[in-house]
């Protein structure tokens, strides 16, 4: 993953709750084997609507998504952060994540944003009163800013995470630096849990 | 940690720590590791790519369910991006040295049937999958949660997972169920009380007499959908029904090794005096079968109530969903749930297609139609509860009754193999995401038991088996 300080740019609002990820990447998507191309799939479903948010020249190249509550709620697909991504996404602004989804997120480098609900209904209308609003997003200091109308938010991140995406870290890497102690733990397991072999 | 009271899902955690340490995740032991083609692919070359291997392939099963065809199954697939991907799954498990059960092994089936059903998901366990649904195997009292491809690769490479500990939650559910009143009942009315938010960052255990009193598959049923809560595990303290249900399975420990397994599995449910994070209780005897009227599962209400006015939810956010989602399903505020017509019936899904689920649909169906012009289809989750389900003539019964007799896999629950609905398409369906287009796009989604989904397939309206004649 690369490493991610800060998203800088304009947004796009999705002002909606409960965006699961089927409607992010719908499900005739999944069956590709490949990792990479799911950009052209994405709110694959709501796209057909040439109202839908997307489809709107005056937010073409949004990297940041501000969405309504409780955001990539559902299915465990990773694609649907790969399609976000893939479109040109760094970052997606709500008040809630889904916890998979969340976390299938700082695995890619995409920044799960998550403010107040103060926050999120001023950045949703300031960016559609203004398309072209600058929005920034710094990871070290956990904050959200729009200066040219005032908005100041922080964000939660946990420390490693923190970190992590600050370094790009890999984090089977990290893990494998512990080789010896995910051995003793095996060492400890009781005989009688089941093995999956034949 | 002697003297604290602890939590169920305190005591999985703590017996899987790997390493502790402040300001990281922990890192847990994971203790089986289900796999399917959707999420595994990109794993697998992720770990081409870095020159790694699997490091437990003995502690990894794969099998092949949400692509595969429920017709014509000793045909190749037709889609042939479908047919790729379950290719590719078997090729890796044959790479990587990992137990793989393709279309056509008689272990085959919905990878959170076949968990618990060959033995493998016991008490006390950590269990991962690449699938949200992952969170049914918390029946048996194991902590089992859904985990992204990225999260995938890193089980396959080190057997453990960096988590940070979620909150606990408790649901207590108290009392006896009226009849006709199921799990599938029980967790919708969850859902909908808690919200599709409502145990974001937390695992839930749910609790109480009308739980205790649920069979295995109940219980299964209830965990599974602990996600569509937000909560990423649901889990259910092991007790006899547990062992019962376990003992003599295929990787159930047998013999002294039973007996120690025992020892440790009955050490498990959660101390008195123990505190959660939150509370929510239910009253059983309260609580009627549930229909879902909107577009996320917590949009949900009694069989014998009316679709709400989105006017009646106070949260701006919740009526504009409820707005939006009338206008998808197509229906108007106010109509009696009773009389909403259906297209088409779906009895399947890691949810709803165990041998209680279907046993519970044939009871209602035996001796009934049903009604010309709807569409009914089967789907066993597994081809052991076929094989059961036959050697019990419950397919007699379904086909008797004008249902389709199907292969299993995750079919109509998702739409990723051949059977989808048509736009406008409606459909009373067991599985458990009543999402826009999830079963097919524009295809209209409403959530039920096995039971209800029997007398609506012959009512053609949502009804519940009192009111069929016999």
Known sequence: MKPVRIVSGTALPLDRSDVDTDQIIPSDWLKRVERTGFGAGLFGEWRDDRDFVLNKDEYVGATILVAGPNFGTGSSREHAVWALLDYGFEAVISTRFGDIFANNCTKQGLLPVRVSPEVARSLLDAVVADPKLEITVDVERGTVEAPAVGIEGTFPLDEFTRTRLLNGWDDIGLTLRHEDRITAYEATRPAWRPSAAL | MAGRPQTLADKVWESHLVRSAEGEPDLLFIDLHLIHEVTSPQAFDGLRLAGRGVRRPDLTVATADHNVPTTDVDKPIADPISRRQLEVLTAN???????????????????????????????????VCGDSHTSTHGALGALAFGIGTSEVEHVLATQTLPQIRPATMAVTVDGALPAGVTAKDIVLAVIGRIGTGGGMGHVIEYRGSAIRALSMEGRMTVCNMSIEGGARAGMVAPDDTTFAYLEGREHAPKGKAWEEALDNWRSL???????????????????????TWGTNPAQVVS?????????????????????????????????????????????????????????????????????????????????RVKAQAEAEGLDGV??????????????????????????????????????????????????????????????????????LVR
């Open chain 2, 303 to 383: 069989i014998d109530s009316s679709v709400p006015d989105p006017d009646s939810f106070a949260e701006p956010a919740e009526r504009e969903a409820a707005a939006r989602a009338l206008v998808y399903m197509g229906i108007d505020a106010g109509t009696p749930i009773r009389e909403i017509p259906v297209d088409t019936v779906f009895i399947g899904s890691c949810t709803n297609s165990r041998i209680e689920d279907l046993r519970a649909a044939a009871a209602v169906l035996r001796g009934q139609r049903v009604r010309p012009g709807l569409r009914a289809l089967v789907v066993p989750g597994s081809h």
């Open chain 2, 269 to 291: 449910p959660t101390d008195p005096g123990a505190s959660f994070d939150k509370e929510v209780g239910l009253e059983a005897a309260t609580l009627t079968p549930h229909v």
């Open chain 2, 93 to 127: 498990c044959a790479e990587f040295g990992i137990v793989c059960y393709p279309m056509g092994n008689a272990n085959q089936g919905i990878v959170h049937i076949i968990g618990p059903e060959l033995g493998l998901s016991q008490p006390g366990m950590t269990i």
């Open chain 2, 398 to 467: 379904f086909r008797a009754a004008g249902f389709e007799w199907r292969e299993p896999g995750c079919s109509m629950c998702l739409a990723m193999n051949p059977d989808k609905l048509s736009p406008g398409e409606r459909c009373a369906s067991t599985s458990n995401r009543n999402f826009e287009g999830r079963q097919g796009r524009g295809g209209r989604t409403h959530l039920v038991s096995p039971a209800v989904a029997a007398a609506t397939a012959v009512l053609g309206r949502f009804g519940s088996p009192e009111e």
